[in-house]
């Protein structure tokens, strides 16, 4: 699922650094990535990754710590059919008025498992 939010935008050059969040179904507020999520995308961007609670959003997504600019991806599940299909957001915010994400539906392909766009998208 979180390689679908890298598929909504690629860190610029300005951006060094990524955060990683993800709200599950039922969940309220982002919350941070798995570990081993955050050091794929970390490998995948060639960028240090960060777990979403040590970075901040304000004109832009920054890592707490040591003010780098970042780019945050995020993950949230909006729903689970009765097959126990997810549909989910991936979405990628870069700065105060630039975001975008779109809905997908997690399907099975053979044993491995495929994000299909459902069409619908935001875009900031």
């Keep these: 699922m979180f390689d679908a ?24 507020v982002t919350v941070n990535a798995p570990a081993p999520t955050i050091a794929r995308l ?8 960060f777990p ?11 890592v707490i710590k040591n003010g ?6 995020t993950v949230r599940v909006e729903a689970r059919d009765a097959d126990g299909i997810l549909t989910f957001w991936g ?14 539906r997690l399907m099975p392909r053979g044993e491995d498992w495929e994000p299909v766009p459902t069409g619908t998208i935001y875009v900031s």
């Design 5 to 28: 939010a890298v598929k909504q935008a690629r860190p610029s050059q300005i951006k060094a650094a990524a955060c990683v969040g993800m709200q599950g179904l039922g969940d309220r």
């Design 68 to 73: 780098a600019k970042a780019i945050m991806y």
């Design 52 to 62: 979403a609670s040590q970075c901040s959003f304000g004109v832009e997504p920054i």
């Design 91 to 104: 979405g990628a915010a870069y700065g105060n008025l630039g975001a975008n994400g779109t809905q997908y």
């Design 42 to 49: 970390s490998a995948k961007l060639r960028l240090p990754a």
